[in-house]
């Protein structure tokens, strides 16, 4: 790669670099996290109770992107949660319009949130591991 084509790429990063890239910490559940665990995680998950689902994964996105893994391991992590994710957050907002509704819909907007932060953050991390990147 050219010097410029690397500018470049730097330049893409530092606009795409994640506030919580500088500070990562892996919230209270410090196990490792695979794609089989993430798999099991989602078996384990209700066929019908979207409230509980959506809370199970706000809890473990954090651990989740916060983990020392390397970015493939992320992303297909991520990948893998991405569907219950989206499930999830329709479940919320599938009730008739009542104060617990925007509660509902405040929690699936939190929850693909924190999918987004960390689908951005393997992005970010990938890029930082392009070969002749200034770090």
Known sequence: MSSASNNNIAALL???????????????????FDKA???RFIDGLSATNYAN??????RILPAVIGSDSPPKTKIDI??????AV??????LLQNPLSQSTAK???LGQSLVR????GYKLV?????????????
């Open 53 to 58: 689902n959506s809370i199970e994964l706000y």
């Open 104 to 106: 509902a819909i405040s």
């Open 114 to 117: 924190r999918l987004f932060e």
């Open 78 to 83: 991520l990948d893998s949660l991405n569907p």
């Open 37 to 39: 665990s993430a798999e």
């Open 86 to 91: 989206i499930r999830s957050t329709e479940g």
């Open 123 to 135: 992005i970010y991390q990938l890029g930082q591991e392009l070969p002749g990147n200034p770090k």
């Open 14 to 32: 530092s606009i795409l670099k994640p506030s919580i890239a500088d500070n990562l910490a892996t919230n209270a559940s410090s196990q490792a």
